[in-house]
């Protein structure tokens, strides 16, 4: 399965228009947050529209910049995973919105034990089935990064991202982890065994990563990541 990976978009919608051919290619599309531009809530709606035309099979979640009633508009266009654990092609897919607090001047900030408590869904099933395998098929969608290498760094040397987050991931080790949020931390990393992606700001930056996955008899693996510029 081949996944376009998209996050923070920021109502620069016009970008996604340049981008019809990967659209075509992609077998679903993960968009880590941020429809919005900051501090103009309204213009995420517009973003939801623009992207929803470009595909059918889009999994989403809530940025800092998004008011929380947006949540609304994504599920009547069937693209949330908030809160969420949804399946689809054998692919399990979980997500959890909004960005730790910083300024406390964006639309969706929260605790980081807030933030991981969107994952309870994930643990409850987990614990219900006993199948623990469901893990290694899991993709995690969080606006609000972990700490990781750069990815979650504004300036190469601090650090925003969770390290709750973190040891959530390896503790349980999934399958591939989205973010976004930190425009600069653009990349590719692993935590463990987990591949986590930063594609950085497509609405700011243009960037973009191919995810690919498959399924052979020892379960779903990452064949492949590449990050892109448009």
């Given at each position: 399965?081949?996944?376009?990976?998209?996050?923070?978009l920021h109502a620069n919608n016009e970008v996604l228009d340049k981008m019809d051919d990967l659209f075509q290619q992609a077998d679903a599309v993960i968009f880590g947050g941020d429809?919005?531009?900051?501090?103009?809530?309204?213009t995420g709606k517009g973003a939801l529209e623009a992207l929803c035309t470009k595909h059918d099979t889009i999994f989403s979640v809530l940025g800092n910049c998004d008011n929380f009633e947006f949540l609304g508009d994504m599920e009547e266009r069937d693209v949330s995973i908030e809160k969420a654990l949804v399946f689809h092609?054998?692919?399990a897919f979980a997500g959890a919105g909004g960005g730790t607090f910083f300024t406390g001047k964006t639309e969706f900030e929260r605790s980081e034990d807030e933030i991981l408590s969107d994952f309870n869904i994930v643990l409850n099933s987990v614990k219900d089935t006993g199948d623990?395998?469901?893990w290694k098929s899991l993709i995690l969608v969080s606006h609000n990064p972990p700490i990781c290498g750069l990815l979650d760094?504004?300036?190469g040397e601090h650090h925003a991202g969770s390290q709750k987050f973190t040891d959530f991931i390896k503790e349980h080790?999934?399958?591939a982890v989205v973010c976004g949020h930190i425009h600069e931390g653009t990349g590719i990393d692993k935590i463990g065994d987990t591949v986590?992606?930063?594609p950085g700001s497509l609405g700011e930056?243009?960037?973009?990563?191919?995810l690919e996955v498959e399924k052979n008899d020892k379960g779903w693996t990452v064949t492949n990541t590449q990050l892109n510029t448009l």
């Open positions: 399965m081949k996944i376009l990976v998209i996050s923070d429809f919005a531009e900051c501090f103009k809530p309204e092609q054998g692919l623990e395998s469901l760094s504004f300036d080790q999934p399958l986590v992606i930063n930056k243009g960037t973009y990563v191919w």
